[in-house]
């Protein structure tokens, strides 16, 4: 969905480009939005001091990430010049992930998003720079806390909770492997939440919620100076 509203986007700012009669010709295609695009959590990474005290040690590597970038930019017509950059990403957080191995399937922004972290020689930008000019966000109003239908596939409302609760307790006890799998989804939780607690010190008081994260968070990838839109409840205020 980003992506689509990116490239109608793109063809609102620039409709002789993207006329639709001369798509199918080889001058007239979508960007490859593949440099600015990445899926994943967003919470478990590590702070950024630690993955820039790593990536400054491959300062040609970066450099010549900007360079792919800048090649692309400059000939947007021609997507497979964001190939190599892609796979120097690729090799660069294999190794960031042996370094630190937890928590599992970081992002990593300060790869991903080489751009708002170094300079095009490669050397990391002053620290009031990091980040982004903006942020969007739409966080998750939910506890963290595991949640059964999450956990069986079973969307929210089809089924009234008395039913449900007796259909879990009962699949519990008929399926070993369902029960094994609930084990490991609860335990996945508790290490989760243990990490977050830990990574991020300005929740206050009461349950860890997802958007509370998702708040400080936002505020740490915004640059100084930075705007952060964030829909969050209004009991946040209190």
């Given at each position: 969905?980003?992506k689509?509203n990116?490239?109608?986007?793109a063809?609102?700012?620039?409709?002789?480009?993207?006329?639709?009669?001369?798509?199918?010709?080889?001058?007239?295609?979508?960007?490859?939005?593949?440099?600015?695009?990445?899926?994943?959590?967003?919470?478990?990474?590590?702070?950024?001091?630690?993955?820039?005290?790593t990536?400054?040690?491959?300062k040609?590597?970066?450099?010549e990430?900007?360079?792919?970038?800048?090649?692309?930019?400059n000939?947007?017509?021609?997507?497979?010049?964001?190939?190599?950059?892609?796979?120097?990403k690729?090799?660069?957080?294999?190794?960031?992930?042996?370094?630190?191995?937890?928590?599992?399937?970081?992002?990593?922004?300060?790869?991903?998003?080489f751009?708002?972290?170094?300079?095009?020689?490669?050397?990391?930008l002053?620290?009031?720079?990091?980040?982004?000019?903006?942020?969007?966000?739409?966080?998750?109003?939910?506890?963290?806390?595991?949640?059964?239908?999450?956990?069986?596939?079973i969307?929210?409302?089809?089924?009234?909770?008395?039913?449900?609760?007796?259909?879990?307790k009962?699949?519990?006890?008929?399926?070993?492997?369902?029960?094994?799998?609930?084990?490991?989804?609860?335990?996945?939780?508790?290490?989760?939440?243990?990490?977050l607690?830990?990574?991020?010190?300005?929740?206050?008081?009461?349950?860890?919620?997802?958007?509370?994260?998702?708040?400080?968070?936002?505020?740490e990838?915004?640059?100084?100076?930075g705007s952060?839109?964030?829909?969050?409840q209004?009991?946040?205020?209190?």
């Open positions: 969905t980003a689509a990116i490239w109608k986007e063809v609102n700012l620039h409709p002789k480009a993207y006329n639709y009669r001369k798509l199918k010709t080889i001058s007239h295609i979508l960007p490859n939005l593949e440099l600015n695009f990445v899926a994943g959590d967003s919470l478990a990474e590590i702070p950024f001091e630690a993955q820039m005290e990536l400054a040690k491959f040609t590597e970066v450099a990430l900007h360079r792919t970038r800048d090649a692309y930019l000939d947007p017509f021609n997507p497979d010049l964001v190939q190599p950059a892609v796979e120097l690729r090799t660069l957080h294999a190794h960031l992930t042996t370094i630190y191995p937890e928590p599992r399937h970081q992002l990593f922004f300060c790869l991903e998003f751009h708002v972290f170094f300079d095009k020689d490669g050397l990391p002053d620290e009031s720079q990091w980040g982004f000019e903006g942020v969007i966000s739409n966080p998750p109003w939910e506890a963290l806390k595991p949640v059964r239908k999450e956990y069986a596939n969307a929210k409302g089809s089924r009234d909770i008395v039913n449900f609760s007796e259909w879990f009962s699949e519990l006890e008929r399926d070993a492997a369902f029960r094994q799998g609930w084990d490991e989804y609860k335990r996945h939780y508790s290490e989760y939440s243990t990490f607690h830990s990574r991020y010190t300005h929740q206050g008081k009461g349950d860890p919620n997802y958007y509370k994260y998702f708040l400080e968070r936002d505020i990838i915004v640059k100084q100076n952060v839109a964030i829909l969050i209004s009991g946040f205020q209190t």
